[in-house]
Nanobody
Framework: QVQLVESGGGLVQAGGSLRLSCAAS????????KAWFRQAPGKEREFVAI???????DYADSVKGRFTISRDNAKNTVSLGMSSLKPEDSAVYYC?????????????????RGQGTQVTVSS
């Protein structure tokens, strides 16, 4: 079993930066494909970014150029650096991990998902 625990959320002003981190338990999860999703109140959970086991990344158009996903396999963590934050980035951010992913933009395609961390961007 793999557990994912997110941290680093908080309140930030528009234009500011935050860095989220997700720690994974379980030695076998080190090389999993890992992603971030977010869900704002009243909206569906949406894809933010993915980093594949080989290090290749992909981002939602809404965050390209502002967010950076990275991984540290030695620590079994995945991070999301967020800059130039906008009020519309406010959401609960979740990390997800899976050995194999079919439709990587769907959170239910991942075997493991964390409980989330709140990010609030004030205008």
């Amino acid at each position: 079993q793999v557990q994912l625990v997110e941290s680093g959320g908080g309140l930030v002003q528009a234009g500011g930066s935050l860095r989220l981190s997700c720690a994974a338990s379980g030695r076998t999860s080190t090389n999993y494909n890992k992603a971030w999703f977010r869900q704002a109140p009243g909206k569906e959970r949406e894809f933010v970014a993915i980093i594949w086991s080989d290090g290749i990344t992909d981002y939602a158009d809404s965050v390209k150029g502002r967010f950076t996903i990275s991984r540290d396999n030695a620590k079994n963590t995945v991070s999301l650096g967020m800059s130039s934050l906008k009020p519309e980035d406010s959401a609960v951010y979740y990390c997800a991990a899976s050995a194999f992913v079919s439709d990587y933009r769907r959170s239910d395609a991942y075997h493991y998902r964390g409980q989330g961390t709140q990010v609030t961007v004030s205008s």
